[in-house]
């Protein structure tokens, strides 16, 4: 017997790292249900404000709509005010609308990244009804189980021992100023590389992988091939 489901996950896996002047978001360019592709270049990483990005991993109808809705509201807040929102300012927006959805949530999976009001690295993570928290990296998605202990391991006693050097209170600082010590380069390398692995078990991760950069002189984009199997 035929079941109604409103939801669909079509595939995909966003990575994002926060530095202390930059911050990298990566996603995948697959698009596909089940075992069919149905786009291999397209781009799941939205430009919602000047140093502000949204990737998102889930139901493309519903990040459409999220992202159309968070658009919107951006709009309304820079007539108001005269001026961009923030990435912080973004992360509660965006998690105060996915709440608002929760008794029939947006099926999406979201990494919001960019540059703070210090022109530090942020990275705030979420679940599907707006639950977040700032960390110096994260990923989402259907290839974020294979990526989070390779960047556990790269990044999380790293994080840890850059924290203890500024200050004592650790735990106060990771929610607050949660950055990680990488150079932009090496942060860019290690996405590289974290998808490549991922791609190797994941097969609705692959085709084509898309990097933003973020930092004081702007937003910049490159594509790197992935595997197409």
């Known amino acids: 017997m035929a079941r109604f489901d409103p939801y669909e996950n079509n595939g995909g896996t966003c990575v994002a790292v926060a530095g202390a002047d930059y911050c990298v978001v990566a996603a995948d ?11 291999r270049d397209h781009s799941k990483i939205a430009q919602l404000a000047d140093k502000c990005v949204l990737a998102s991993s889930g139901f493309q109808g519903d990040i459409k709509a999220l992202q159309k809705a968070l658009a919107a509201k951006e ?4 007539h108001n005010n005269n001026k961009k929102m923030s990435c912080p300012a973004m992360a509660q927006l965006l998690s105060n609308t996915l709440y608002y959805k929760r008794f029939f949530p947006y099926y999406t999976f979201n990494v919001l990244a960019g540059l703070d ?15 977040y928290e700032r960390t110096g990296y994260s990923a989402q998605g259907t290839g974020s189980a294979l990526m989070m202990p390779v960047l556990d391991n790269q990044l999380k006693s790293l994080v840890l021992s850059y924290c203890q050097l500024r200050t004592f209170n650790t735990k106060l600082l990771l929610v607050q100023d949660a950055v990680t010590p990488l150079s932009e380069s090496d942060a860019v390398d290690l996405v590289k590389d974290v998808f490549a692995s991922a791609t190797e078990r994941d097969i609705y ?3 084509r992988l898309e990097i933003v950069v973020i930092n004081s002189s ?11 199997d």
């Open 117 to 131: 009001t210090q022109g530090k690295g942020c990275v705030f993570t979420y679940d599907a009804v707006g639950s």
């Open 29 to 39: 360019t697959r698009l596909s249900v089940g075992y069919s592709i149905l786009s």
């Open 205 to 207: 991760t692959g085709d």
């Open 75 to 78: 709009l309304i807040y820079e």
């Open 218 to 228: 702007g937003t910049h984009r490159e594509c790197i091939e992935l595997r197409k």
